[in-house]
């Protein structure tokens, strides 16, 4: 009961998260932003109107734009490419869909350097350049990393512990489900259990 920080939803998880903890890589829990990352709370909306260097807020309620001296923390990620994902599930109350699936992210997109976010989400990665953010993003959407991620949800709050069982991966490439269940060597039931708890998901970025 106490082999990991938190009781894994699905006992039939733990053989995957034993089968993945054997190739020792780190999680990706190390490149997942604090909560408010950039120090504006859920109720900040920002101005209307573009100011000439401002920078690009997202809310809950669409976008607006904040002056860069307004930034009080987050400056070096603001400068990044990076991955915005809100901090609540798409779940009602955590259960699953009538399908018996879960979607689990309710918003999954690439912020540009100039984007920031308001407390309403986190952000994951810091890149030089788009395409590493874009294949984490995809990496995200994927079943593999969604079902890892649901092992230790509690609640419909994410945060950065909640991806303690994802392993990182190179993101100078794409992955996909089938490479993903391909690299772990999973089994036939193993990629069933994926498939029958997590749904399909598409990018949702503008």
């Not at 018996?100 to 890149?127: D, M, N």
Request: hydrophobic share 40%; charged share 20%.
């Amino acid at each position: 009961m106490d082999e990991f920080p938190v009781l894994v939803r699905y006992n039939e998880a733990v053989n995957v998260i034993h089968k993945i903890q054997t190739k020792n890589e780190q999680p990706v829990i190390g490149i997942v932003s604090a909560i408010n990352p950039f120090g504006f709370p859920t109720s900040f909306r920002g101005q209307e109107k573009r100011m000439t260097g401002a920078l690009r807020v997202h809310s809950s309620k669409g976008l607006g734009y904040v002056p860069q001296s307004d930034l009080s923390q987050g400056h070096a990620l603001a400068r990044k490419f990076k991955v915005m994902v809100s901090q609540t599930t798409s779940e009602h109350a955590g259960e699953p869909g009538k399908d018996g699936r879960f979607k689990l992210l309710s918003t999954v997109k690439v912020l540009a350097p100039g984007e920031i976010c308001t407390f309403s989400y986190i952000t994951i990665g810091a890149f030089e350049n788009e395409a590493e953010a874009i294949h984490l993003r995809n990496y995200l959407l994927t079943k593999f990393a969604r079902f890892l991620i649901l092992q230790a949800v509690s609640s419909i709050h994410l945060s950065r512990e909640k991806f303690m069982f994802l392993p990182l991966q190179d993101f100078s490439v794409s992955w996909t489900d089938k490479a993903l269940y391909t690299k772990y060597s999973f089994k036939a039931d193993e990629i069933a259990l994926i498939e029958s708890l997590i749904r399909p998901m598409e990018a949702n970025d503008e």
